[in-house]
């Protein structure tokens, strides 16, 4: 079901009528009006006439969406979900050290360290390399039900790819680990003795990560330059990842022979969960690295007594089996998946549920890979209250009263 991202020509089709071939100068101009109604439920329109959200029962009417505001979290409602692309204005926002200002002018990228030869580049000399092009979807590893999955986004990203860039600088035999700083910088308490200092957001990946062809430096976001809040002029995106990954604010890529051990890698962001290790029962903590799979409902569509239920789903790039739906009791019913996704874009998803009826009901989603590995329910995850905050995969049900 996933297409290679790079046959992609036409980033904005989901938003355009489908036999046109114009691009973007018809984007703003269609995308709300006529090209909707043609358009199949799964693309997540804007809602037409005579169409009606039917309200959650477990949302509160005091949950609030975080307006976009300097150096603050912002979240999706994600009942409001309508576009296949994420608008750069919508798309979450997560910073821990707050959005330090970076000039485009004298922006430099610096890749330093076990290397033959260091690099020091401009915006610009990173633009004449070649371009890479690719849908990648997110979402926070601290995203989850109590926010109604809101800390996500999917996005057309251009910009160059890191293993080139990578050869060109020469990785030096006896390099073990590559770290990404970025230009927000914070005072930190390092060991909880009362000591601060200096330290910039950063994470870190291995040689072996590091050269996945699909990680890239991107520099411009669903047509735009890298809008600020999202790390302008540059950010490293790691796709199949947790959004902690792609360093905003990019401005040094650093080759070393030991792991890095920074707060976000070593202390925050650490995932608990209880593993088999050669037969003996441990806790064993990690760093967030790959998406776990997961899929979520986020709202039901009422069109003439006719409801539509739809959802995303998330993963590290593995090819989807299936996303089904049960409601109350029921059995597991397919839900048609987005066939313009591709392999490390989000998945959305539809379900026609033709035999609704008034009343109260639980509605939940499930996804499966195609190697067999299946969403679990929460109390198959036994472990998972001991490590609830950060990647909140379980199958989540959602009430609702038709
Ligand atoms: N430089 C920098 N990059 C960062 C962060 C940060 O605090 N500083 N936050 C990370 C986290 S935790 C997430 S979830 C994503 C959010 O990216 P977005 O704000 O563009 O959605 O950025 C990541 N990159
Ligand atoms: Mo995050």
Known sequence: MSTDDRQDQSP?????QPESTTRRSLLKGVAGAA???AMPNFLFPALAQGERLVPFTDVPE?????????????WLDTR????????NEDFYLVQHYGQPEVDNDSYRLRVTGMVDKELDLS???????????QQVGFECGGNGRRLFNGLV????????TLHRLLEEAGIQDGAKEIVFFGADIQLQEVHSRGVEVEKAFARSLSIEDAMRPENML?????????PHYHGKPVRLLVPGHYGVANVKWLTQIHVQDRRYMGRFMGRDYVTLKKENVGGVERWVENSVAEMNLKSTIVRVVENGGNYTIQGFALNDGTPLESIEVKVDDGPWRRAQINPRSTKYAWKLFSFDWADATPGEHTIVSRVTDINGNVQLTEAE???KPASSYWEDFAQFPRTITL
């Open 123 to 133: 915006l610009d000399d990173l633009k004449q390399r070649d371009v890479f092009e």
């Open 12 to 16: 904005y089709r989901e938003d355009v």
């Open 35 to 37: 090209g909707v109604a």
């Open 153 to 160: 986004g999917n996005a057309y990203w251009r910009g160059v």
């Open 218 to 226: 991107a520099y411009e976001m669903n047509g735009e330059a890298l």
């Open 62 to 74: 005091t949950f609030l969406v975080n307006p976009v505001r300097p150096n603050s979290t912002h």
């Open 381 to 383: 995850m036994p472990e």
């Open 80 to 87: 409001e979900i309508d576009s296949y692309f994420t608008d």
